[in-house]
């Protein structure tokens, strides 16, 4: 067997290792068989949120088994034809073993990422802010650019992508969206991409064609589960309802149903501009407690992100990020140097290779001075 074929043959065996461990391989069909049992208890679904949770509970250690038990199966597969294609002497089945395995490994190779995914609330959906920096028209329609990059992701993964709030530009884009994304590990794959990001390009809304740089600012916070405990003091906050923007004409809310909530004490202020007042107060006050909620991670996660955050202003000065347009193609993140020049894919959603590299250097304890000092 080549060296090359050997070398794929033990990543995918050390990815295999990864999944164990994070399994808990010892007691994983244990725990699936209390899981089976309990999904048997005809009192199950007197509590909804509870037997929701369980299933989903249930349905991630059974997906995850079985990606375990289809890769090491494949894995053997393949080497039986190359040991056999060598045996015979046919270089065919050699080969096409051979481009099954290569294919095997970047499979097992991302599985192994994602199972790397094992935060507190890495599972759950997320909330995704994007805000324009000072910039004007150039930094709101680079907001516009960033939300139609995050949607993009976003639907390519199978999410579910709902559009919490909105402001849009004086003349083109956006100042602000609120995005709520729905999927399994949504929070623990974008978690990565907050911070500024920086472009550089031809403004299109230049008459002299000069190149400018923009900023935007990207806030990602997780939809926490009902069964958390968040507490708001009604005396810590301020709800006020203001008429919903849209986009005129027959869509122009001619009610006072947006909600605003400021929480005094953190000074976040959270909008919802749907339909129904009511539902808005139900949406701003989720949105409020996940920013609280995420606040509390980020206290326990101090450490890793001293050095981040005594740069000073997470204003313009503290970019994650650089997305160059002119005068060359290239995007590359400035915590992992992971870069790349297919800036086209990049903005149409192409991101899984830099929350690949974030989420890579988070895991192996490095900062993010250090991995910029690598």
Known sequence: ????????????????????????????????????????????????????????ERQALVDALETHDAIQAELSDNIELIEMGEAEDDADIVAEAETALKALGKRAAKKELEALLNGEADANDTFLEIHAGAGGTESCDWAGMLARMYVRWAEKRGFTVDLQAEQSGDEAGIKSATYKIAGHNAYGWLKSESGVHRLVRISPFDSAAKRHTSFCSVWVYPVI??????????????IDTYRSSGAGGQHVNTTDSAVRITHHPTGIVVTSSEKSQHQNRDIAMKALKSRLYQLELDRRNAAINEAHDAKGDAGWGNQIRSYVL????????????HETSDTKGVLDGDLDPFMAATLAMDVSGKSRAEAQGD
């Open 225 to 238: 589960d009902d069964d958390i405990d968040i507490e708001v003091n009604p005396a810590d906050i301020r």
């Open 1 to 56: 067997m080549r060296a090359e074929i050997q070398n794929i043959t033990q990543q995918i065996e050390t990815s295999l290792e990864l999944l164990r461990q994070r399994l808990g391989w010892e007691t994983a069909q244990h725990r699936l068989e209390e899981f089976n049992a309990r999904v048997e208890d005809p009192n199950l679904w007197d509590d909804p949120v509870k037997a929701q949770k369980l299933m989903r």
């Open 326 to 337: 002119q005068p060359y193609q290239m995007v590359k993140d400035l915590r992992t140097l």
